[in-house]
């Protein structure tokens, strides 16, 4: 059986910094902890509690002079007062491209856009975004959510970084026909686009694809719905959900990951696959 790596996969820039400077400050400072889960995997979450990065929901848990990082997704501007307040440390951790669409979404509403964010409603991220909107944009994740916005003068649009790129357009298509001023910033990442097109590519060449990483990432989650449309897929987190019976009659095996998965999880998959 052949086992394959999907030509980009795994950690991106933003993930890889967030871990840094959330390491970095574990090792020079007191009491340090991410607000949520710094990324979207629960084992890299879990070795970071080992290393003394521990996380909280809130900062009120802590106390003034602890530091506490903000996660990749990032936060509204609320969290920064609060934080201030409290007389904590912050170490922002926020993704460049989560932070350009944040900066993204104020500018517009400023400018006097009507905001859309298209992204899913529940995402960490689009929270974040919507609330640097002075929750005040509408999110969209849909063509049948954009069918029912109502036509406005002045339309600004910006997206998850993670989102489908494919759906955006989509998306943006059934916009275009809302307002007669349209600003559209597509501020889906590029690393976003590297792995779905890889993933793809790779998908249409063998029997079978696993797909990598957080059963709570959103673009790992995406990830797997988009290999699904071209073979047999399954999303794990770990190694040891492998199945034997999945290998049955397969030639060969596809292997891709989420941008939040770290790599010794990949090398775990992919030298069990190359076992059987």
Wanted: with cysteine; aromatic share 4%; charged share 25%.
């Amino acid at each position: 059986m052949k086992v394959m790596l999907a030509e980009c996969l795994g950690f991106c820039y933003g993930v890889k910094r967030a871990i840094e400077l959330a390491r970095d400050n574990a090792r020079s400072n007191g009491r340090s902890a991410t607000l949520g889960p710094i990324i979207h995997n629960p084992q890299m979450v879990s070795r970071l509690e080992s290393e003394g990065v521990g996380t909280v929901d809130s900062p009120a848990e802590m106390k003034q002079g602890d530091t506490i990082v903000i996660r990749s997704h990032g936060v509204g501007p609320e969290v920064y007062e609060e934080a201030e307040r409290l007389g904590l440390q912050v170490v922002d951790a926020t993704c460049p491209h989560v932070k350009q669409a944040q900066m993204a979404a104020r500018r517009l509403m400023s400018e006097g856009y009507s905001v859309v964010i298209i992204g899913e409603k529940e995402h960490p991220e689009v929270k974040s975004i919507f609330e640097w909107s002075g929750s005040k944009a509408i999110v969209i994740d849909s063509v049948e959510e954009a069918e029912e916005l109502m036509p406005c003068a002045h339309l600004g649009i910006v997206s998850q970084t993670t989102f489908s790129g494919e759906k955006f357009n989509r998306i943006v298509g059934i916009l275009l026909g809302k307002s007669n001023d349209i600003h559209i910033l597509r501020t889906i990442c590029t690393a976003t686009d590297q792995r779905q097109t890889a993933a793809i590519r790779l998908a249409g060449d063998v029997d079978l694809m696993l797909v990598i990483g957080g059963k709570n990432s959103a673009n790992t989650a995406r990830l797997a719905q988009l290999c699904a449309e071209k073979c047999s897929t399954y999303h794990i987190e770990t190694a040891s959900e492998l199945r034997p019976e999945w290998f049955d009659g397969i030639e060969n095996v596809g292997i891709t990951a989420g941008a939040s998965t770290p790599d010794w999880v990949i090398k775990e998959v992919y030298e069990k696959c190359k076992k059987k």
